[in-house]
């Protein structure tokens, strides 16, 4: 399982959540990124920090803020057996509106992966 799949678990009670993309429908989506992360050391540690990004779009401004609140509490400080420490790195940010006037968020996060639980 990826970290992206073990994200979307957490995300489990938010519908449509899609991974590295999301359809021109429904309106109301959330995307589950993988933006890389930083390298692990040499030591043979299993641990990966590695980086993420939940976009937002929604047909309403205010609802699709509150929702990336809720995703926000949903992931920041919380971790599963695999994902040890996820942490919020941005906050909200607010892309716009795309070219069908649905507004647009993005947040950003850092977490601990273990793909190997021994």
Known sequence: MSMTTEVRGLLSTISSVYIGSYPPSPDNVVAIYNTGGYPRDLTGNYVEELTFQIRVR?????????????????????????????????????????????????????????????
Do not use: A, W
């Not at 909200?92 to 069908?100: A, P």
């Open 58 to 118: 929604n047909s309403s401004y205010q609802t699709g803020e509150t929702l990336c609140n809720t995703i926000n509490g949903l992931l920041h400080g919380n971790s599963t057996e695999k994902l040890l420490m996820i942490e919020n790195q941005s906050g909200i940010l607010d892309l716009g509106r795309d070219d069908n006037d649905r507004p647009e968020f993005t947040m950003n996060y850092r977490c601990y992966y273990r793909e190997n639980v021994v």
